[in-house]
């Protein structure tokens, strides 16, 4: 029997650096020909002599996906190399028609960035060598919870190159090469600009992994170079993982988990594999370095091949390209197009709406979520900050679990800004009470359009106000406990919840709880 992770990371340390692919999907054209890029499709339709390998054809770089680079590595806190340049990386494989695939070596655009990520995990929270960053630099503040902590992940390198074909193996056993009978090649994606993510191996923990991928998609989704869909394989992870006793100071074997095409598989496959390698050293055995495969319907990770090294691909400067010399002001220029970034943006919630971390913290995590917050508060006018707490409240809670529920995003949601901006105004001005709102928004959410106040019109859900009656309501349920108010009138003063409880009783909850509280005082003081 395999013990369990958390057994495991008593006694060792896990080591995990990401090779992190991503499609420039916002590039719209291939890497080095006019072809579009596209997801799907009829078999080689977006094809041309370029990224077919044709004899004689030529590159031509397409400047927005080398753009979109440096602005990923700024984003990312990374330095632009003053000068870089494409190599050939030479092997033979049918998805690659040329035979090489143009891509970067010692010179890539980017290199030396870091990226702060959070975790909050029961357990495996394994950082025993780590000084905590100063979150608050980053207008951060964490849960104080035990639990969670931050950590920065350091970023070797980001370079640009090009995506191969896509081979369709038939006959085997899940559309793997081994077994199959025939192979088909579709090269609609060859050539498409691909942006390879390089990090230290500053990760502890499957957590860790998925947060640090997490994190870079929220990123490249927030300035916009990719839909970052791990399914069509957009972002694709090659995970590097070996382990070491604790307290070891050299890293023990790697072996690569190639091609984790989720966010599960990525953490599943590495908890596998720390176990594995594990159980292996324990037991006297060597851990080979090698690529392996996750299966994940087996669930478990199987040798593929042995590692090759940088010399079996006889990397040499790509020849038909002139090296890139980046000049400060063209730098500058491709810096001034960022945008908020995720940690900023929430940052911002917190300072300037008064939010609470971890609402703030939900929203910034789900870019459509943050632009419907911002389109209500927008609507909100004046009343912004008055109401953006609640909004939000509103947003966390019973929005996300309606669209859960649902199964569709905030954009397609039948309950637009507008709305939650008149419920939460309704409750804010004491028309209807939170509770009540909840059954508002339930019938908010069943019919497109529907407006929160006709909504408390039609069921007369009006909160009971009125003093006189309210009065009336008192008297009858202080006359009914004359043993609790005389309790209540010798100090036991928690017992004004015992008669607001009563009240909201008699009147179904439509009471206002501030009216009743104020009444009962002034009632129940001798
Ligand atoms: P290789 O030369 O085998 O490709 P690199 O040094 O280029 O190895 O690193 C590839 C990835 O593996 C990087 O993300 C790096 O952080 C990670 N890595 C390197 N050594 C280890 C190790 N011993 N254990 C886990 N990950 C490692
Ligand atoms: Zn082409
Ligand atoms: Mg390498």
Same mark, same amino acid.
């Given at each position: 029997?395999?013990?369990?992770?958390?057994?495991?990371?008593?006694?060792?340390?896990?080591?995990?650096?990401?090779?992190?692919?991503?499609?420039?999907?916002?590039?719209?054209?291939?890497?080095?020909?006019?072809?579009?890029?596209?997801?799907?499709?009829?078999?080689?339709?977006?094809?041309?002599?370029?990224?077919?390998?044709?004899?004689?054809?030529?590159?031509?770089?397409?400047?927005?996906?080398?753009?979109?680079?440096?602005?990923?590595?700024?984003?990312?806190?990374?330095?632009?190399?003053?000068?870089?340049?494409?190599?050939?990386?030479?092997?033979?494989?049918?998805?690659?028609?040329?035979?090489?695939?143009?891509?970067?070596?010692?010179?890539?655009?980017?290199?030396?960035?870091?990226?702060?990520?959070?975790?909050?995990?029961?357990?495996?929270?394994?950082?025993?060598?780590?000084?905590?960053?100063?979150?608050?630099?980053?207008?951060?503040?964490?849960?104080?919870?035990?639990?969670?902590?931050?950590?920065?992940?350091?970023?070797?390198?980001?370079?640009?190159?090009?995506?191969?074909?896509?081979?369709?193996?038939?006959?085997?056993?899940?559309?793997?090469?081994?077994?199959?009978?025939?192979?088909?090649?579709?090269?609609?994606?060859?050539?498409?600009?691909?942006?390879?993510?390089?990090?230290?191996?500053?990760?502890?923990?499957?957590?860790?992994?998925?947060?640090?991928?997490?994190?870079?998609?929220?990123?490249?989704?927030?300035?916009?170079?990719?839909?970052?869909?791990?399914?069509?394989?957009?972002?694709?992870?090659?995970?590097?993982?070996?382990?070491?006793?604790?307290?070891?100071?050299?890293?023990?074997?790697?072996?690569?988990?190639?091609?984790?095409?989720?966010?599960?598989?990525?953490?599943?496959?590495?908890?596998?594999?720390?176990?594995?390698?594990?159980?292996?050293?324990?037991?006297?055995?060597?851990?080979?370095?090698?690529?392996?495969?996750?299966?994940?319907?087996?669930?478990?990770?199987?040798?593929?091949?042995?590692?090759?090294?940088?010399?079996?691909?006889?990397?040499?400067?790509?020849?038909?390209? !002139?090296?890139?010399?980046?000049?400060?002001?063209?730098?500058?220029?491709?810096?001034?197009?960022?945008?908020?970034?995720?940690?900023?943006?929430?940052?911002?919630?917190?300072?300037?709406?008064?939010?609470?971390?971890?609402?703030?913290?939900?929203?910034?995590?789900?870019?459509?979520?943050?632009?419907?917050?911002?389109?209500?508060?927008?609507?909100?006018?004046?009343?912004?900050?008055?109401?953006?707490?609640?909004?939000?409240?509103?947003?966390?809670?019973?929005?996300?679990?309606?669209?859960?529920?649902?199964?569709?995003?905030?954009?397609?949601? !039948?309950?637009?800004?507008?709305?939650?901006?008149?419920? !939460?105004?309704?409750?804010?001005?004491?028309?209807?009470?939170?509770?009540?709102?909840?059954?508002?928004?339930?019938?908010?959410?069943?019919?497109?359009?529907?407006?929160?106040?006709?909504?408390?019109?039609?069921?007369?859900?009006?909160?009971?106000?009125?003093?006189?009656?309210?009065?009336?309501?008192?008297?009858?349920?202080?006359?009914?406990?004359?043993?609790?108010?005389?309790?209540?009138?010798?100090?036991?003063?928690?017992?004004?919840?015992?008669?607001?409880?009563?009240?909201?009783?008699?009147?179904?909850?439509?009471?206002?709880?501030?009216?009743?509280?104020?009444?009962?005082?002034?009632?129940?003081?001798?």
């Amino acid at each position: 029997m395999a013990k369990e992770l958390t057994d495991v990371l008593r006694d060792w340390e896990a080591v995990i650096g990401l090779e992190i692919h991503t499609e420039i999907t916002a590039a719209r054209t291939k890497m080095f020909c006019g072809c579009a890029v596209a997801f799907g499709g009829e078999p080689n339709t977006r094809v041309c002599p370029v990224c077919l390998g044709m004899p004689g054809a030529l590159p031509v770089p397409n400047e927005a996906a080398v753009q979109w680079t440096v602005l990923a590595g700024l984003a990312t806190g990374c330095a632009i190399a003053p000068w870089s340049q494409f190599h050939r990386k030479n092997y033979f494989y049918p998805d690659m028609p040329k035979d090489y695939q143009i891509s970067q070596y010692d010179k890539p655009f980017c290199e030396s960035g870091s990226v702060l990520i959070e975790v909050d995990e029961d357990g495996v929270a394994e950082r025993v060598d780590r000084a905590q960053p100063d979150v608050a630099d980053a207008g951060l503040q964490l849960a104080a919870d035990g639990k969670t902590y931050a950590t920065t992940i350091g970023i070797t390198r980001i370079h640009l190159e090009e995506d191969t074909g896509k081979m369709v193996h038939l006959g085997g056993s899940e559309g793997r090469i081994a077994g199959a009978v025939n192979s088909l090649v579709d090269f609609n994606r060859a050539g498409t600009p691909l942006m390879e993510l390089v990090s230290e191996p500053d990760l502890r923990t499957p957590e860790e992994a998925r947060r640090f991928v997490q994190k870079l998609r929220l990123i490249w989704q927030a300035i916009g170079i990719s839909d970052g869909n791990m399914e069509e394989g957009s972002m694709r992870v090659d995970a590097n993982v070996s382990v070491r006793r604790r307290g070891e100071v050299e890293f023990g074997t790697k072996a690569e988990l190639k091609n984790m095409n989720s966010f599960k598989a990525l953490h599943d496959g590495l908890v596998y594999e720390i176990v594995r390698q594990a159980a292996l050293l324990e037991s006297g055995g060597r851990v080979v370095q090698e690529t392996r495969h996750w299966d994940a319907t087996k669930k478990v990770t199987s040798a593929l091949r042995s590692k090759e090294e940088a010399h079996d691909y006889r990397y040499f400067p790509e020849p038909d390209m !002139v090296p890139f010399e980046f000049s400060s002001e063209y730098v500058q220029r491709i810096r001034e197009r960022l945008p908020e970034l995720p940690d900023a943006r929430r940052a911002r919630y917190v300072r300037d709406w008064g939010l609470p971390t971890f609402d703030a913290a939900v929203l910034t995590a789900d870019l459509e979520l943050a632009a419907y917050f911002e389109e209500a508060l927008e609507l909100a006018g004046s009343r912004a900050s008055e109401l953006a707490a609640e909004v939000a409240k509103l947003l966390v809670n019973d929005l996300r679990a309606y669209l859960n529920a649902a199964g569709v995003g905030p954009v397609d949601s !039948v309950v637009r800004p507008a709305g939650v901006v008149e419920l !939460v105004a309704l409750v804010d001005g004491g028309t209807i009470s939170g509770k009540q709102a909840k059954e508002v928004f339930a019938a908010m959410c069943g019919e497109a359009g529907a407006s929160p106040a006709e909504i408390v019109e039609k069921r007369g859900m009006r909160q009971l106000s009125d003093t006189s009656q309210l009065a009336t309501v008192i008297d009858g349920i202080v006359a009914a406990h004359p043993d609790k108010v005389e309790a209540y009138r010798g100090g036991k003063a928690g017992l004004i919840g015992f008669f607001v409880g009563q009240v909201m009783r008699e009147t179904g909850g439509q009471a206002n709880p501030q009216v009743v509280n104020e009444l009962l005082q002034e009632r129940l003081t001798p």
